[in-house]
């Protein structure tokens, strides 16, 4: 059984950061890509960004330039460097991962972010 656990979020001013961490339990060698999404109030979950497996990675265009995601294999937790963060960045950020054996997504418990101030 696969467990996500992010933690990191919290109330930030505009222009300030945060840094996001989920904790994966066992590797997160064998996940094929690991991504955060996030879902705001009223809004549909989408994906800010992504890395797979041989460390490319990809962002939503609202957060490219500001947001950076990394993993360390040693530790088996990603990360979201999140700065210059914006109001509109408030949601609730969701840790993903996939099982390419089993070709199935697991999602953390999410951490709410909230920029205001």
């Known amino acids: 059984q696969v467990q996500l656990v992010e933690s990191g979020g919290g109330l930030v001013q505009p222009g300030g950061s945060l840094r996001l961490s989920c904790a994966a339990s066992g590797s997160i060698r064998r996940f094929s890509a690991m991504g955060w999404y996030r879902q705001a109030p009223g809004e549909q979950r989408e994906l800010v960004a992504s890395?797979?497996?041989?460390?490319?990675?990809r962002y939503a265009d609202s957060v490219t330039g500001r947001f950076s995601i990394s993993r360390d294999n040693a530790k088996n937790t990603l990360y979201l460097q999140m700065n210059s963060l914006k109001p509109e960045d408030t949601a609730v950020y969701y840790c993903?991962?996939?099982?390419?054996?089993?070709?199935?997504?697991?999602w953390g418990q999410g951490t709410q972010v909230t920029v205001s101030s």
């Open positions: 890395i797979i497996s041989l460390g490319r990675t």
């Open positions: 993903n991962a996939r099982l390419p054996v089993i070709d199935h997504d697991y």
